[in-house]
């Protein structure tokens, strides 16, 4: 079984949002990454799941409203506790709103950063690179 699990590549002005994940959080925390989470379960039957949760997350993380999702890559991956996750990446195309750390139990800091900002970054993750460079292209 697979944890699903969304993230929104949010574009302004010629930088990315990343979030410093908060130090509480059991998988990466204190890390930087895009903003997002997990899916949860719904009724039997539901269209947009991805969509909506990321619209969700997005909201109850850092405050902002995002619309106009495309997609830009899916990936897998195990947690620092060995759980197995597929990843979903979209890119926001529009967003409303000044993003903010909502809440310490998630996220500690908004952080905006250029793409070559973010692929010379020593201490980022490949897959965030990746996700990055891909989403550029879009």
Not at 37 to 43: F, L
Not at 80 to 105: N, P, Q, R, W
């Amino acid at each position: 079984m697979f944890i699903v699990n969304v993230e929104g590549a949010i574009y302004k002005e010629g930088k990315w949002l990343l979030i410093r994940r908060s130090e509480k959080e059991e998988h990466a925390g204190g890390c930087l990454s895009l903003v997002g989470g997990q899916v949860e379960k719904e009724s039997a039957a539901s269209s947009n799941i991805l969509e909506r949760t990321l619209i969700r997350e997005v909201d109850e993380e850092i405050g902002i409203e995002v619309s106009n999702l495309s997609y830009v890559n899916s990936s897998s991956f195990i947690t620092d506790s060995g759980i197995h996750v597929v990843d979903i990446v979209f890119l926001c195309k529009k967003h409303i709103g000044e993003a903010f750390a909502k809440g310490s139990d998630e996220v500690d800091e908004v952080v905006w950063m250029t793409t070559q900002e973010i692929l010379n970054h020593m201490d980022l993750p490949i897959y965030l690179k990746e996700n990055i460079k891909l989403a550029d292209q879009l």
